[in-house]
């Protein structure tokens, strides 16, 4: 299985932050990673797909980079609705894992 | 814009069989897989595996051995069937559409509001 490894798992910042999560995967994904925001007794909503393309709907704020193996999601300017629990997912092959989570609270 | 519904027991006794199912709107476009996907409660997410529309499957290997996913288009469903569950099967169990663009990528795009199910006597 293709292990994803998110940092960090919680992280603590301010309405206007800059944020940065990093998922690393243990093999190359190429380009198939997907991010997810998860909201407390909701279903994850899908933000960004094969690595840097947004999701219909979803704010610019959003944005994903990476290759191969090292991936970031990057919130250019927080907002309140933003702080909820992101996850990453790899694509690549079967099974489909996820990372562990990065939960994203107010400071 | 695609719901998917997750309708089943709450409760499975141990050792028992917990059984799902998930009512899809739309079901026409072949170029999807049906998932399953569970969530412990405060912990991460785990893909459980798929369906095709054609019936074909494609299981987690730690799950493989318990499971058995079917579908039934003419009733827009597909379901799930988890063997002999302990209280490690506890978790809020979800269905998701799998859906394909054009450079071979995919990601869980619609979900269900998810359902929690319980193993305990």
């Known amino acids: 299985d293709i292990q994803m490894t998110q940092s960090p798992s919680s992280l603590s910042a301010s309405v206007g932050d800059r944020v940065t999560i990093t998922c690393r995967a243990s093999?190359?994904?190429?380009?198939?990673l997907n991010w997810y925001q998860q909201k407390p007794g909701k279903a994850p909503k899908l933000l960004i797909y094969?690595?840097?393309s947004l999701q219909s709907g979803v704010p610019s704020r959003f944005s994903g980079s990476g290759s191969g193996t090292d991936f970031t999601l990057t919130i250019s300017s927080l907002q309140p609705e933003d702080f909820a629990t992101y996850h990453c997912q790899q694509s690549y092959g079967a099974p489909r894992t996820f990372g562990q989570g990065t939960k994203l609270e107010i400071k | 814009q695609v719901q998917l519904q997750e309708s089943g027991p709450g409760l499975v006794k141990p050792s028992g069989t917990l059984s799902l199912t998930c009512s899809v709107s739309d079901f026409s476009n072949s170029n999807y897989f049906w998932s399953w996907i569970r969530q412990p409660p405060g912990k991460g997410l785990e893909w459980i595996g798929f369906?095709?529309?054609?019936?074909?499957?494609n299981y987690n290997p730690s799950l493989k051995s318990r499971v058995t996913m079917s579908v039934d288009t003419s009733k827009n469903q597909f379901s799930l069937r988890l063997s002999s569950v302990t209280a490690a099967d506890t978790a809020v169990y979800y269905c998701?559409?799998?859906?394909?663009?054009?450079?071979?990528?995919?990601?869980?795009?619609?979900w269900g509001q998810g359902t929690l199910v319980t193993v305990s006597s």
């Open positions: 093999q190359s994904i190429n380009n198939y």
């Open positions: 998701a559409r799998e859906g394909l663009d054009g450079s071979h990528s995919s990601y869980f795009d619609y």
């Open positions: 094969a690595t840097s």
């Open positions: 369906i095709y529309y054609s019936g074909s499957t």
